[in-house]
């Protein structure tokens, strides 16, 4: 759960609502965006109003295009040297395309993720130098491959650099360094990702048309790749930047590319509805997929073909790569979960470092993301480099064994600049605030794990690291329709820069959920409101979450969705907090707990009858029994001045909820042991209470039965699965009450059900021997927020 925040509401300047088409709501987010006047809106609303910034404002650009129009008349041989992401691949899809147009003597490398990583490689770049090249041109790298442009000037070969990374304390002797990094702050450029850069050199390029006979380039054409590289390079949309995504949408609506069509295809996006969530989500995964687990060579010409069956067969090699990189996501992501259950002591550190020798290298950044949202702190992933990484980074026999790794970050904390302080004890690293990569001895991991954890805390001033969620609005949900997700088209597109809005509606309760998606991952939960209107939202990669239980504010994000031809709207979970019962006031304003432990104390029954005893003070305790304590379960709490722990809870969400009911002043630990603690007694007690269900002839509610066991609701539904595997009971739910029935046979439970349900005991398990050992995830979680 994220703090929420709701930011100010500037006055809104006269005509902006007008110029809105007359919607308040969307006059207001245009105000919360800082524009001050109808004179700024026009341009930020409508690219025809907006003036683009010359290309020559680019430092080095005139420079460098002058050197590859020389190199087309002459008939020299140009390499375009591109990288392996989307931003790379339709930077060198849009160069290579424009340069065949203006009939230059052509070729193109992307490197290889796992052989070559990114930048520039000096053995790959000799060969093509022997064979003849002239000249290269660098996309999306380039500008910190000091060593091969050092050598490729030797041979007498010019390399011109189009990158937007992060500049070197020591820049390469380019010909050209054309990087938007070294324009001054806030400057119009200042945000293009590489497809970017290279679309404004080609601008530039096309002034000089007809370099050879018969040539008409029309620099228009390449809008979609831009698009495509702006996106899924998760450019800051501001100036040119955003200017450029607005057209770029427009024209991937129309594109005539046979490439682009087939993998859209195979996406299921709509073609004529395309925006930047589908993108993000469905088409770069797609490139990406190529980029990390193949070679993305082949998508050069998938980008380029005018062939539509080779577009099609390229796109289909495609959608397998993106179906492994699916798979093998979900298993290193159940793996890093998996070692924090047995290790939760390496959440302790502000930055999360995970080491799995045999994770694919490919993966780990989409996994370091995850676990990024999840457990809101910067996250590295690392593994085992190969042979041929290893030798590409200097290791050797006698060196130590290296690995290599994918860092993210989360807002305001730049993890680049935490790396970068130790450098010393590093093979090599480079990136932005937000992503890394770095190479690093594997004996070195836990003291890097402290090292760049001290950086990050630093970063904060020592304060803690908090998650916040911006409400941009409270509505009801009567007012979450598709009309207001068109009328909010106006401000998209939406991303770094221009945040998608967030609304919140309060007083729901949840009525029904199912899982979706073919492993079951995600969440489709109905709601309903105070007045009883009711909206689906859909909660993605939740599907071990627990929902809130009573009433609770939702925060959503509203866009549409498009299903053979029907459009809809499509609310999306984005965060949940749960609201007093007796006042109904949201807990989000707290104060500070003391947290008291008892553990040393000799009788712990003894400790907790004492305290039972004293005024005001509330015990919670699940699954265990003391004689002469009246204990409440997580459902049953209310607020109190001191609440008595007298068993733990299984997990921080569930902690989380118990707190914003009661908002204590004081918090004793005393931490019985639950009687559902290890398997026998889980599955024990879970089939007691099934067997009083089944007697009762009622239907047993999932949270009730969750709080019965003193376990997650997720953890309880894997134990209602065993025991139907088992033929013991027969389950079946309606939203989220349970039907039980006696079992009709008997059997075994799958193996691997088994394991999934030890791991979630476990898990509980840990969290609590980890919240005895050190009373600061009670502190943390009933502080204010």
Same mark, same amino acid.
């Given at each position: 759960?994220?703090?929420?925040?709701?930011?100010?509401?500037?006055?809104?300047? +006269?005509?902006?609502?007008?110029?809105?088409?007359?919607?308040?709501?969307?006059?207001?987010?245009?105000?919360?965006?800082?524009?001050?006047?109808?004179?700024?809106?026009?341009?930020?609303?409508? $690219?025809?109003?907006?003036? $683009?910034?010359?290309?020559?404002?680019?430092?080095?650009?005139?420079?460098?295009?002058?050197?590859?129009?020389?190199?087309?008349?002459?008939?020299?041989?140009?390499?375009?040297? !591109?990288?392996?992401?989307?931003?790379?691949?339709?930077?060198?899809?849009?160069?290579?395309?424009?340069?065949?147009?203006?009939?230059?003597?052509?070729?193109?490398?992307?490197?290889?993720?796992?052989?070559?990583?990114?930048?520039?490689?000096?053995?790959?770049?000799?060969?093509?130098?022997?064979?003849?090249?002239?000249?290269?041109?660098?996309?999306?790298?380039?500008?910190?491959?000091?060593?091969?442009?050092?050598?490729?000037?030797?041979?007498?070969? +010019?390399?011109?650099?189009?990158?937007?990374?992060?500049?070197?304390?020591?820049?390469?002797?380019?010909?050209?360094?054309?990087?938007?990094?070294?324009?001054?702050?806030?400057?119009?450029?200042?945000?293009?990702?590489?497809?970017?850069?290279?679309?404004?050199?080609?601008?530039?390029?096309?002034?000089?048309?007809?370099?050879?006979?018969?040539?008409?380039?029309?620099?228009?054409?390449?809008?979609?790749?831009?698009?495509?590289?702006?996106?899924?390079?998760?450019?800051?949309?501001?100036?040119?930047?955003?200017?450029?995504?607005?057209?770029?949408?427009?024209?991937? *609506?129309?594109?005539? *590319?046979?490439? @682009?069509?087939?993998?859209?295809?195979?996406?299921?996006?709509?073609?004529?509805?395309?925006?930047?969530?589908?993108?993000? =989500?469905?088409?770069?995964?797609?490139?990406?997929?190529?980029?990390?687990?193949?070679?993305?060579?082949?998508?050069? $010409?998938?980008?380029?073909?005018?062939?539509?069956?080779?577009? *099609?067969?390229?796109?289909?090699?495609?959608?397998?790569?993106?179906?492994?990189?699916? @798979?093998?996501?979900?298993?290193?992501?159940?793996?890093?979960?998996?070692?924090?259950?047995?290790?939760? #002591?390496?959440?302790?550190?502000?930055?999360?470092? @995970? =080491?799995?020798?045999?994770?694919?290298?490919?993966?780990? /950044?989409?996994?370091?993301?995850?676990?990024?949202?999840? =457990?809101?702190?910067?996250?590295?992933?690392?593994?085992?480099?190969?042979?041929?990484?290893?030798?590409?980074?200097?290791?050797?026999?006698?060196?130590?064994?290296?690995?290599? /790794?994918?860092?993210?970050?989360?807002?305001?904390?730049?993890?680049?600049?935490?790396?970068?302080?130790?450098?010393?004890?590093?093979?090599?690293? !480079?990136?932005?605030?937000?992503?890394?990569?770095?190479?690093?001895?594997?004996?070195?991991?836990?003291?890097?794990?402290?090292?760049?954890?001290?950086?990050?805390?630093?970063?904060?001033?020592?304060?803690?690291?908090?998650?916040?969620?911006?409400?941009?609005?409270?509505?009801?949900?009567?007012?979450?329709?598709?009309?207001?997700?068109?009328?909010?088209?106006?401000?998209?597109?939406?991303?770094?820069?221009?945040?998608?809005?967030?609304?919140?509606?309060?007083?729901?309760?949840?009525?029904?959920?199912?899982?979706?998606?073919? +492993?079951?991952?995600?969440?489709?939960?109905?709601?309903?409101?105070?007045?009883?209107?009711?909206?689906?939202?859909?909660?993605?990669?939740?599907?071990?979450?627990?929902?809130?239980?009573?009433?609770?504010?939702?925060?959503?994000?509203?866009?549409?969705?498009?299903?053979?031809?029907?459009?809809?709207?499509?609310?999306?979970? #984005?965060?949940?907090?749960?609201?007093?019962?007796?006042?109904?006031?949201?807990?989000?304003?707290?104060?500070?707990?003391?947290?008291?432990?008892?553990?040393?104390?000799?009788?712990?029954?003894?400790?907790?009858?004492?305290?039972?005893?004293?005024?005001?003070?509330?015990?919670?305790?699940?699954?265990?029994?003391?004689?002469?304590? !009246?204990?409440?379960?997580?459902?049953?709490?209310?607020?109190?001045?001191?609440?008595?722990?007298?068993?733990?809870?299984?997990?921080?969400?569930?902690?989380?909820?118990?707190?914003?009911?009661?908002?204590?002043?004081?918090?004793?630990?005393?931490?019985?042991? $639950?009687?559902?603690? !290890?398997?026998?007694?889980?599955?024990?007690?879970?089939?007691? @209470?099934?067997?009083?269900?089944?007697?009762?002839?009622?239907?047993?509610?999932?949270?009730?039965?969750?709080?019965?066991?003193?376990?997650?609701?997720?953890?309880?539904?894997?134990?209602?699965?065993?025991?139907?595997? *088992? /033929?013991?009971?027969?389950?079946?739910?309606?939203?989220?009450?349970?039907?039980?029935?006696?079992?009709?046979?008997?059997?075994?439970?799958?193996?691997?059900?088994?394991?999934?349900?030890?791991?979630?005991?476990?898990?509980?398990?840990?969290?609590?021997? =980890?919240?005895?050992?050190?009373?600061?995830?009670?502190?943390?979680?009933?502080?204010?927020?």
């Amino acid at each position: 759960m994220a703090e929420w925040t709701t930011p100010s509401s500037p006055p809104v300047p +006269d005509g902006l609502e007008d110029l809105a088409g007359g919607n308040a709501l969307v006059a207001k987010l245009l105000a919360q965006l800082g524009i001050q006047s109808v004179e700024d809106a026009r341009p930020f609303l409508d $690219p025809a109003a907006y003036d $683009p910034a010359p290309p020559e404002a680019l430092p080095d650009l005139e420079k460098g295009v002058s050197r590859i129009r020389s190199a087309i008349e002459r008939g020299e041989q140009v390499l375009v040297w !591109g990288d392996f992401d989307v931003d790379g691949q339709t930077s060198t899809a849009l160069l290579v395309e424009a340069l065949r147009e203006l009939g230059a003597d052509v070729g193109f490398h992307v490197p290889h993720r796992e052989r070559e990583s990114h930048g520039v490689n000096w053995e790959h770049l000799e060969g093509y130098l022997d064979d003849g090249v002239g000249v290269v041109l660098t996309c999306d790298t380039g500008v910190s491959s000091h060593e091969p442009i050092r050598k490729a000037l030797d041979r007498g070969v +010019d390399v011109v650099v189009t990158d937007h990374h992060d500049l070197p304390s020591r820049l390469p002797p380019a010909e050209a360094l054309i990087n938007p990094k070294r324009l001054p702050e806030r400057h119009p450029l200042g945000t293009l990702p590489g497809v970017g850069v290279a679309y404004k050199f080609v601008q530039k390029l096309a002034e000089g048309q007809n370099l050879t006979e018969g040539t008409r380039l029309r620099p228009t054409g390449y809008l979609d790749l831009v698009a495509l590289g702006i996106v899924a390079d998760i450019a800051v949309l501001r100036g040119d930047t955003r200017y450029l995504l607005q057209q770029g949408l427009e024209k991937l *609506r129309e594109t005539e *590319r046979p490439g @682009l069509k087939a993998v859209m295809d195979n996406a299921n996006v709509t073609r004529e509805e395309a925006d930047e969530e589908d993108i993000g =989500y469905r088409i770069g995964p797609r490139l990406n997929a190529v980029g990390r687990l193949g070679d993305a060579n082949i998508s050069i $010409p998938l980008l380029t073909t005018e062939d539509p069956g080779e577009a *099609r067969a390229i796109a289909d090699d495609l959608e397998e790569l993106n179906d492994r990189r699916k @798979l093998l996501t979900a298993q290193v992501f159940e793996a890093a979960r998996r070692k924090l259950r047995w290790e939760p #002591e390496l959440l302790q550190t502000a930055v999360l470092v @995970l =080491y799995g020798e045999q994770w694919p290298a490919g993966v780990i /950044g989409i996994v370091a993301h995850r676990l990024t949202e999840k =457990y809101y702190k910067p996250t590295i992933l690392l593994t085992s480099a190969s042979e041929e990484y290893s030798r590409k980074e200097g290791d050797s026999e006698d060196q130590e064994a290296l690995t290599r /790794g994918s860092a993210r970050s989360v807002e305001d904390l730049n993890i680049t600049a935490a790396i970068a302080d130790h450098a010393d004890m590093l093979q090599s690293f !480079g990136g932005h605030p937000m992503a890394a990569g770095v190479t690093l001895p594997k004996a070195k991991i836990d003291r890097f794990r402290r090292l760049v954890s001290r950086s990050i805390v630093g970063q904060k001033g020592g304060e803690e690291i908090v998650e916040t969620l911006q409400i941009n609005s409270y509505l009801s949900l009567e007012e979450l329709t598709l009309q207001l997700a068109d009328d909010l088209r106006q401000v998209a597109p939406f991303g770094p820069g221009n945040r998608e809005p967030v609304f919140a509606c309060r007083n729901l309760q949840v009525s029904e959920y199912e899982k979706i998606g073919s +492993d079951g991952s995600h969440l489709k939960v109905t709601v309903t409101g105070p007045e009883s209107a009711s909206r689906e939202v859909l909660w993605w990669n939740a599907g071990e979450e627990d929902l809130p239980s009573g009433i609770f504010d939702l925060a959503v994000t509203v866009s549409t969705n498009v299903f053979r031809g029907e459009r809809s709207l499509q609310l999306t979970w #984005e965060d949940s907090r749960v609201r007093r019962k007796e006042t109904g006031e949201d807990t989000e304003e707290g104060r500070s707990t003391e947290v008291i432990g008892h553990r040393g104390e000799g009788g712990l029954e003894d400790t907790l009858r004492a305290l039972a005893d004293r005024g005001g003070a509330q015990v919670w305790m699940e699954a265990c029994q003391v004689d002469g304590v !009246g204990a409440k379960s997580r459902l049953e709490l209310t607020p109190c001045e001191e609440l008595v722990l007298g068993t733990l809870p299984p997990s921080r969400s569930v902690l989380k909820e118990a707190l914003a009911a009661c908002e204590p002043e004081r918090i004793h630990v005393v931490g019985l042991s $639950p009687a559902t603690a !290890g398997l026998e007694g889980f599955t024990r007690r879970l089939l007691g @209470l099934c067997k009083h269900a089944i007697r009762s002839g009622k239907a047993a509610p999932l949270p009730k039965l969750a709080a019965a066991m003193g376990h997650e609701e997720r953890t309880v539904r894997l134990g209602l699965q065993w025991l139907e595997e *088992r /033929g013991q009971i027969q389950a079946a739910k309606t939203g989220q009450k349970l039907s039980i029935k006696p079992g009709s046979t008997s059997g075994e439970a799958d193996s691997s059900l088994e394991q999934a349900l030890e791991e979630a005991l476990q898990e509980a398990r840990a969290f609590r021997k =980890y919240a005895l050992r050190g009373e600061a995830p009670l502190a943390k979680r009933s502080a204010a927020k």
